[in-house]
C-alpha cells in the first residue's frame, strides 16, 4: 500500500519538484495509515474504567466505545469488585490513587489471588518509583495526565490481545486436560513411557504385556489425546506437567 502511494506521487507531482508536507497533513497521513493497522475491535471484549474523577471517567468511557470497544465503568475499586466479572477478554484501566483501595493496591491483589488482568495505569501524580513499582508488577502501560487518546487506546488494544491469548490458552488446557481424563490407566502409563523415550520393546516389559498390546494401547492413546506425532504428544505431556521437573544443579 506504502510503495502504490509512492508511485502515485511521482505520478502526480515528480520526484524533484515534490513539495514539501505540512506537519499537520503528516501527521493526519500517519494516524489513518496507522488506523489500517489497529486490530478490529473484539464486540466481547470488555474495558474495564475505574476512576473516582466522574468527568473524566465518563469521557474514557466515550472514546473507548467510540472505538467499538464495550466499556464498563466504575468509580471505585470496591464498586467494581461487587459487579459481575466479566467473562471475556478484559483490560483494566486504572487510576492509581483513589478513596479506598488504591490501583496498586488492587493490582497486588489480583496477582495474590493468581488473576493476571492486564491493567493500564493513569495518573495525574505519577512519579519514577511508582511506574517502576507498576510496570514490574505487570502492568500494560503507565500513562499520566494528560494523554493521548491514542496512547490509551494503543496500551488497551495490547491488553486486550494478552488477554486473548490467555484465555485461549486457557481453554486449550481444559480441553487437552478433558481429553486426558479419558484415557484409560494403562493408556496414561504408556503415555509417560512413551514421551520419556521408551520403546515398545521396553514398555512390554515394564508393564508385563506383550508388545503388541503395547501398540494396540499406544494407538488408542493418540487417537484419543488428539495427538499427531511424538513431537505433539511431549508437548502435551509438558502442558500437562506429566514428567518430574529436573533437578537444578547447584
Do not use: W, Y
Not at 506504502?2 to 514539501?20: D, H, N, S, T, W
Not at 512413551?194 to 494407538?219: F, P, W, Y
Not at 506437567?241 to 529436573?246: A, I, S, T
Amino acid at each position: 500500500m506504502v510503495i502504490a502511494c509512492q508511485r502515485g506521487l511521482r505520478g502526480r507531482i515528480g520526484l524533484e519538484q515534490a513539495p514539501a508536507v505540512q506537519p499537520a497533513s503528516l501527521e493526519r497521513f500517519l494516524v489513518e495509515l496507522h488506523s489500517l493497522t489497529k486490530p478490529v475491535p473484539d464486540p466481547d471484549a470488555c474495558v474495564v474504567v475505574i476512576d473516582d474523577d466522574t468527568e473524566f471517567r465518563d469521557s474514557l468511557e466515550r472514546l473507548l466505545r467510540s472505538a467499538g470497544l464495550h466499556a464498563r465503568a466504575f468509580a471505585s475499586i470496591a464498586e467494581f469488585v461487587s459487579s459481575e466479572p466479566p467473562d471475556s477478554p478484559t483490560c483494566l484501566v486504572l487510576d492509581v490513587r483513589m478513596p479506598g483501595r488504591s490501583g496498586l493496591e488492587f493490582q497486588r491483589d489480583l496477582a495474590a489471588a493468581g488473576e493476571t488482568l492486564p491493567i493500564v495505569f493513569i495518573t495525574g501524580h505519577g512519579d519514577i518509583p511508582m511506574t517502576v513499582q507498576a510496570m514490574k508488577a505487570g502492568a500494560i502501560e503507565f500513562l499520566t495526565k494528560p494523554f493521548r487518546d491514542q496512547e490509551l487506546l494503543d496500551a488497551v488494544n495490547v491488553g486486550l490481545s494478552r488477554d486473548r491469548a490467555r484465555r485461549e490458552n486457557q481453554q486449550s488446557l481444559g480441553a487437552l486436560k478433558a481429553r486426558f481424563e479419558e484415557l484409560t490407566p494403562r493408556e496414561r502409563a504408556i503415555l509417560i513411557q512413551v514421551v520419556q523415550g521408551r520403546l515398545n520393546k521396553q514398555i512390554a516389559g515394564d508393564l508385563g504385556i506383550t508388545e503388541t498390546t503395547v501398540k494396540v494401547h499406544r494407538s488408542n492413546m493418540m487417537h484419543k489425546i488428539e495427538a499427531a506425532s511424538l513431537p505433539e504428544l511431549c508437548r502435551m505431556a509438558d502442558k500437562l506437567n506429566l514428567l518430574p521437573k529436573k533437578a537444578e544443579r547447584p
